[in-house]
């Protein structure tokens, strides 16, 4: 079972940057499809961004060009480097880990950008 802890979180301003980190216990994440989630309040949980096993990325487009979804294996850790926020990235980013059909998510980390 792998239980993804999140952390990095913060307040930042318009414009500045943040990277979060999602480090795995339990298990070996390596072979696992990993992917961030955030959820604004009043809002559902949307995709942010995902990386297979094999390192294939996948972005939202409100956040292509601006946010990277890095994995290290080695540190059983993927990671979400934002840059140029917006005001509209606050929210509440998670992430989830998926093996064998399985879902795995964290606690969840707070992101709010001030203007």
């Known amino acids: 079972q792998v239980q993804p802890v999140e952390s990095g979180g913060g307040l930042v301003q318009a414009g500045g940057s943040l990277r979060l980190s999602c480090a795995a216990s339990?298990?070996?994440?390596?072979?696992?499809?990993m992917a961030w989630y955030r959820q604004a309040p009043g809002k559902q949980r949307e995709l942010v961004a995902s990386?297979?096993?094999?390192?294939?990325?996948n972005y939202a487009d409100s956040v292509k060009g601006r946010f990277t979804i890095s994995r290290d294996n080695a540190k059983n850790t993927v990671y979400l480097q934002m840059n140029s926020l917006k005001t509209e990235d606050t929210a509440v980013y998670y992430c989830?880990?998926?093996?064998?059909?399985?879902?795995?998510w964290g606690q969840g980390t707070q992101v709010t950008v001030s203007s």
């Open positions: 989830k880990s998926v093996r064998n059909g399985f879902d795995y």
């Open positions: 339990g298990s070996s994440i390596s072979a696992n499809f």
């Open positions: 990386i297979t096993s094999r390192g294939t990325t």
